[in-house]
């Protein structure tokens, strides 16, 4: 895995090692069947991961705007409680996207 999980490679471990488990089960390759759920395992376990790194961003990105959001509505700086609100919406679509 790299050092930032990755739902496309993920994907991409996940589809290779459900072939090469396919492949070794219809040839009585057990070894490549073996790698195969191995590899298939450790793909979702990435996908699983970048979504858990996903989700955390997009709760970091809510509160963040939340906080600057009202502290522009209560100073009265509508530049800084539009950028708020926009990042507080960024943070939720994120949210929506990985879970």
Do not use: C
């Not at 790299?2 to 492949?23: F, H, L, R, Y």
């Not at 858990?52 to 502290?71: C, F, I, L, N, P």
């Amino acid at each position: 895995m790299s050092s930032s999980p990755s739902k496309t490679t993920g994907q991409k471990d996940s589809a290779i090692g459900n072939m090469k488990e396919t492949v070794g089960k219809t040839f009585g390759a057990h070894n490549m069947a073996q790698r195969g759920r191995e590899q298939h395992a450790a793909g979702e376990a990435e996908i699983s991961a970048a979504k858990t790194q996903g989700y955390a961003e997009g709760t970091a990105d809510r509160m963040v705007g939340k906080k600057d959001s009202v502290v522009g509505a209560v100073s009265g700086d509508k530049t800084q409680q539009t950028a708020g609100n926009a990042r507080q919406e960024k943070g939720e679509r994120k949210q929506e996207w990985n879970q």
